[in-house]
Each structure stands twice: as C-alpha cells, then as structure tokens.
C-alpha cells in the first residue's frame, strides 16, 4: 500500500540520507537542499504553513520510500509548484512515485482547493518525464537551455495539470471557488460579488460570535457590505456527509491554526446554507 504524509522530525535522517544518494542527488534541483538545518527548516515549515508549503514522506506498507513537496506558485490564480519528488532507489521500478504522485494531486485540489499544479523537469531526466505524463501531466512547453547543470546548459520542461482533468465532486469544486471570490473580496475591499455565490433563500449562520443569523441573498449582501471579514481563508481539510460538506478552516494570517468549521448545503451550483463555526 503506498500512503503519503507529512513530514515530522523524525524523518529528518531518512530525508537527509536520501537527498543526498548518489542515484538521486544528481537529478534533484540545483538548489535543493541537503544539509540537516536546511532539511530540518523545510519540515518546520511544512508544518507551520501546511496550505501554502509542503514536505511529504512516501510510505510504502508503512515503510519510508521517498519524498515530494510542493509550495504555492500563486495564491490568488490557486497555483501550486510541485518539486521535490525522489524514490529512494530500492523502490523503484514498483510505480511508488506514480500513485504518490496521484494521492498529492487529489489532496491539493479536494483538501487545499488548488487550481493548477505545475512542475518543472531538467530536459535529460527522462525517466521524471515519462512518470510525469504516467501521472496525467500535460506537456505545456520547454525552457530552451534555461538551467546550468552538470557543467552545461539543460532545457527545463514544463508541465501541468489543473482541476478540470481530475473528478473533483461539483459540491467540493463549489466550496473552493466560493472561498476564492471571498479572498478576492477581502483583497478588494468589494463584496458585491459574493452575493451571487447564495441561492435567493438562502442562509447565512454564524456560531460562536453575536452575528447573525442571516436569511435571503439580499440580507447576506448587506452584512457583508456592514461588516466584512478583514482576512482571508484557508482551507485544510473537506469531507462530504449527510447532504452536506465539511470544511476545516483558519485565516491566512495564522496560516497553521485552525478557526472552525464551515458547514455548506448546495443547491443548483450555489450555497443554499453556509453555517461557519469558530472554535477555539
């Protein structure tokens, strides 16, 4: 069973030993680290921004196999670069990288809410390459002799994959494009966008704050317009249950701590019901 998680602190020597194989070093990015404190910060940062950066350990039947990561491109067009993939050497040849691969993929768009994930590979790693499009990537285009490598010039090809080409559910594609017009909203300063994201008879409940509640597409504008929210949100996790989905949220000003809950009811493409919970 192949199964990725988030790297902890005591992958460290496993990371350490791995990036620096002589059968992976070669191919990883000229400026990837490999000493302890540098490998050691990229967990903690994994850690305390997990929707924005991530170092993720490939286990296979729960044995350490190889590492991938990613980091956000763009926040506001939802990018995300993907960097970092390596299978430590006794795992290859068993298509490890390609279902990790497919795992990362799903949990950055269902989970985060990502748009587009995009990668880019040295032009002489043939072996990434054909993983890549193993993978669904799409060929976008070549950097001609973009990158000094192995004391010569090499090509950097580029691909992508966006959220169209997975099967993401219309409910979990609604909450993130919902939580996009709202991060554009905050960014703005202009709510009037976000009404239209509410059925007509909709129902706007706030719990654990004195606001609220708000009844009808008309009545929601206007608490936005009266009292908006002052930061943007994140999302860490969805799951869908009894009609309805399950987001766990925070702020992009505390990037790594959880707010609450948002409780979202859709109906023909918008938000029928949103309740939004804050929790210490």
Known sequence: MISIRRAQSDDLDFLIEL????????????????????????????????????RFVIEVDGARAGVMGFEVENRRSRIAHLERLAVHPDYRGQRVSDEAARLLQRYLVLELGYHRLQLEIYGFNERARRHAERAGFVLEGVRRRAYWRHDEWMDGVLYALLRDDLDVPDSIALLHDYVMVHNECVRSGDWAPLADWFTEDSELVFEGVPVGPFSGRAEIAVAYNVQPPDDEVVIFAVEEGEGRLIARYGWLREPGKEAGRMFVTARNGKIERLVVTFED
């Open 19 to 54: 990036v620096n194989h002589v059968d992976v070093q070669p191919f990883l990015g000229g400026r990837a680290p490999r000493d302890r404190n540098a490998v050691a910060a990229e967990i903690e940062r994994s850690q305390g921004d997990p929707t924005s950066y991530g």
